[in-house]
C-alpha cells in the first residue's frame, strides 16, 4: 500500500518506503554485562583516537600514521593480518586498511563493514568519526576466528573527511574502484558514520528538505540511510536491527540523483554498481559540534553507542551468514 508521505516524497524526487517491524519507543532497556564491556572498549578506543592522536587529517600526516598504526595493533592483536592499500593523494601516501575473514562456502561474496579513520581539518573528530572506527574495531574482534559463509571484510578508510578534496582521491573511491578492476562481488557495504550522539530534546533533530516532513524530529534513535539501488539493503538492515535491538531506529532511502545525504563513503560504493547504506547518528543533522575543535571525547555517549553497535553485531551476522 502506497502512504500519502510516498506520494508527496517521490514527486520530491525522495522516496520512502515502510521499513519492516517498528522502531523501538518507551525507556531503554538496563544495559546488560556484555554492552557495559563494550561501551568501555568505544570509550578507550575514541579516546586513544581523538584524544590522544587528536587531529587526522592530511595536514597532520605523522597524527595519521599513529592512528593507522593503532588500528592495525587492534586487529593483530583480534589475530587478523592487515593489508594497506596505498595511494597518492596530491603526491602524497595514503592508506586503507583492510582486515578479513575468507568465507567458507560462497567466498566470492563479500560484505564490506567500514568506516574513515580520518578527521577534518582543525577537529580531534570524536563523532567523526573515531566513533565510527571505534565501532568498527568492536565487530572485527567479535567475529574474530568466526567461521563465515561469506566473505567478511573491515576496511578503515582514509581522506573522506576533508570536503576540500576531490572525491575520487576519498579512500574509499580509491577501495570501491579497485573492487570494481578485480570484478569482485561486493554484496552490501555497511559504512559507519558517526554513532556517538542522541537527544531526548524535541526539535533537536534536523532534516534536509522535504524529508523533515516525515520523521521525527527528536535526535534519539540510529539512522540506515541509502539511496533507491540500495532499497533491499536498507530494509534488511532495519528490519534485522528492529528484531534484535531496543533502541530507536529509522530507514530513509533517497533517489539515487540526491546527495543532500548521502555520504561520501557508500557514495562511491554506489557508483561502482554497489549495494551500500550508512549507519549514523545523521552527523550534521543533529550533532552541534560537527567538523569542529570541540567534537571531543567526552561529549559522546558510548553506552547509546555500545547498544546500536550490539545490534549492528546482529546485522553484519546475518549479512555474512555466519555459521
Known amino acids: 500500500m502506497v502512504t ?64 593507522a598504526e593503532y588500528i592495525a595493533q587492534e586487529l593483530k592483536t583480534a589475530k587478523y593480518n592487515v593489508l594497506r592499500q596505498r595511494f597518492l593523494v596530491n603526491g602524497g601516501p595514503c592508506y586503507n586498511l583492510e582486515a578479513e575473514i575468507s568465507g567458507i562456502r560462497r567466498p566470492e561474496e563479500i560484505v564490506i563493514i567500514g568506516a574513515n579513520y580520518d578527521s577534518p581539518p582543525g577537529c580531534p573528530g570524536a563523532n567523526g568519526n573515531a566513533s565510527g572506527v571505534a565501532a568498527l574495531l568492536a565487530l572485527a574482534r567479535d567475529f574474530s576466528g568466526a567461521n563465515s559463509a561469506r566473505t567478511l571484510r573491515f576496511v578503515f578508510f582514509i581522506n573522506q573527511s576533508d570536503t576540500t578534496s576531490n572525491p575520487q582521491q576519498n579512500g574509499s573511491a580509491a577501495y570501491a574502484n579497485r573492487c570494481a578492476e578485480r570484478n569482485e562481488k561486493i554484496i552490501a557495504l555497511l559504512n559507519i558514520e ?51 535491538a531496543r533502541f530507536p531506529s529509522e530507514g530513509i532511502i533517497f533517489p539515487d540523483s540526491d546527495h543532500s545525504m548521502n555520504f561520501s563513503t557508500s557514495r562511491a560504493f554506489g557508483e561502482c554498481g554497489y549495494p551500500a547504506l550508512t549507519v549514523t547518528d545523521t552527523a550534521p543533522f543533529r550533532y552541534p559540534y560537527h567538523h569542529s575543535e570541540l567534537d571531543t571525547p567526552s ?16 546485522i553484519v551476522a546475518e549479512l555474512a551468514r555466519m555459521l
Not at 533537536?204 to 521525527?216: E, G, H, T
Not at 559522546?300 to 549492528?312: D, E, N, P
Open 4 to 67: 500519502v508521505a510516498a506520494v508527496v516524497l517521490g514527486l520530491s524526487g525522495f522516496v520512502t518506503l515502510k521499513m519492516p517491524g517498528e522502531s523501538y519507543a518507551g525507556p531503554l532497556p538496563p544495559l546488560t554485562g556484555r554492552e557495559w564491556n563494550l561501551s568501555e572498549s568505544l570509550r578507550n578506543d575514541v579516546t586513544a583516537l581523538a584524544g590522544k592522536i587528536g587531529e587526522r587529517s592530511l595536514q597532520k600526516p605523522e597524527n595519521l600514521e599513529k592512528a
Open 194 to 244: 558517526s554513532l556517538g550522539f542522541y537527544s531526548q530534546d524535541s526539535a533537536s533533530q534536523r532534516y534536509p528538505a522535504p524529508v523533515l516532513f516525515f520523521y521525527p524530529n527528536t535526535g534519539n534513535f540510529i539512522a540506515f540511510i541509502g539511496n533507491s539501488a540500495s532499497r533491499n539493503l536498507v530494509q534488511a538492515a532495519v528490519g534485522s536491527f528492529r528484531d534484535n
Open 299 to 314: 561529549r559522546l555517549q558510548y553506552t547509546q553507542m555500545a547498544r546500536v553497535v550490539a545490534g549492528l553485531n546482529q
